[in-house]
């Protein structure tokens, strides 16, 4: 089969491309003001088309959302067939289509990609798609349909989902009917699947007070309550707030997990009372962090890294009751920016590995763990189980009435966590379902560990690319001489951990900054930002940089 030029050529006429716009593919896919992206969208379409035909038809997925960013942002994530994100080598080729100039090299760039990938045009392409709730998704995803059309391919509509469901989607669609088939590949298989697990696990509990719930104004609303409807509100009461997807604005505006992860505060006008549970999920229902207020009305964060230590702690206890703790070894994988004092309590009992920023990477080195746990700070995260750990549970046999009780437990957990991705609705329910065996309030959780007080800036600068990381982003290998003025303030602080990098989502340096205190904290971070910014930042300096 040969490619159909014109049809290309003459759908493209109808997706001009913005001029004076570069568009990159990073960390979170394309991302941009909505009104700029319709031709990225329609070339989007071709791209997730070839990545199909390049893998023997499998199904791939895109997804229309830039999460938590504004309202008036959009973007596109792109999914390969297992449910992960689009394999980085491929980046550069949605990053070529999208900055073809006309439709003419349009045609040529999709000629060179297939030329480059070796894809087999024969092939026929199966593509799933969903969006967000924002307004402009709906033309937007009408660009994606133009452009699969283009390429005639097989369309799959999941039309409103979070990012996790059209994750999930994609790993049951290409799994369906085979010995690893992930699930019923549709929304309602989804609920299904989730609760029916978290039934397993919490049925005959004594039940916790209510979770309170921040939508931010997002598709966790409507989502979360289809999937209320389903699990019923006997095991699972929840209030929602922050739900309405219908005022314009809204969406994660002074709400959502984003906000009270980087503001250090509950979603305002969310009135705590004190020692209940709170939760936040961002705008596509892909992060979760929880928090409550203490007797004095002060606020605490269990943020990703809390999620991580609670999930592992669980897991272990599990696994060992089942009495599987001889083969199923648990690891944990975290960010530079895990607050020092959860690395310091995760490695005293786990495994623990730090990798660059970006769910891929946390993902792919979970991957090497039998369970691997892995959570960015911000609270985007989940848990893998290998191959192998995944027969080892199916097919143990446990010795005792309470090891089975634990090995039943371990395989509902299995079917709770989406191994695909994080998902805001699944960690929810297995923070809850943890909570509930442990009879913990948000305060025993908090226990651990304590924090150490950090901060986190940006800078901005004229040009992010200067700046080069190493040793999983902690050190900065260039521009040169930066990393060893940063050592120096470092050092003239107790308790001092800084580090620099560029980052992958906006056009900004990233500095974070931990210490013993609050004032070290904050002192340390302007400090190490002034560094930056004295030789290397954009405008005048900021007297703070918070
Ligand atoms: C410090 C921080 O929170 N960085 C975020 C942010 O990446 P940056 O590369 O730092 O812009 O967006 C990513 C995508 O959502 C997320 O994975 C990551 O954790
Ligand atoms: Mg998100």
Known sequence: MSLNEQAIRSASANHPRPHNTTFAYGTAGFRANADTLDSTMFRVGILAALRSKKLAGQTIGIMVTASHNPEQDNGVKLVDPHGEMLHS???QYATLLANAVSDDSLVATVRQVIQATGVDLAVKA???????????CRSLVRAVVDGLAALDTDQ????????????????CLNTEGTPEAYGEPTVDGYYRKLATAYSTLATGRHLLPALTVDCANGVGAPKLKEFLKVVGNDLLPIIAVRD???????????????????????????ELVPWQRYASFDGDADRIVFYYADADGVFHLLDGDKIAGLVAGFIMDLVKDAGLDDSVKVGVVQTAYANGASTKYLTEGVPVTCVPTGVKHLHHAAESYDVGVYFEANGHGTVLFSPLTLS????????????SAALSNLRALVDLINQTVGDAISDMLLVETILLHRQWSPAQWDRAYSDYPNRLVK??????TQFVTSDAERRLDKPEGVQAAIDDAVAKVDGGRSF??????????????EAATRDTADELANTVARIVHDKFGKGPQPASFF
């Open 392 to 403: 080892t549970i199916s097919a143990h046999s446990p010795s005792s009435p309470s090891a």
């Open 500 to 513: 620099v990098r560029p980052s992958g989502t906006e056009d900004c340096v990233r500095v974070y900054a």
């Open 244 to 270: 309405s997807t219908t005022q314009a604005g809204h969406l994660n505006f002074d709400c959502g997990a984003d906000y009270v992860k980087t503001q250090q505060r509950a979603p305002r006008n969310v």
């Open 89 to 91: 080598s491929w980046e």
């Open 156 to 171: 799959v509509n999941a039309g409103l989902v979070t990012t996790p469901q059209l994750h999930y989607l994609v790993r």
């Open 459 to 464: 800078v901005l600068v004229a040009d992010r």
């Open 126 to 136: 199966k593509v799933v798609f969903g969006h967000d709730t924002r307004p402009s």
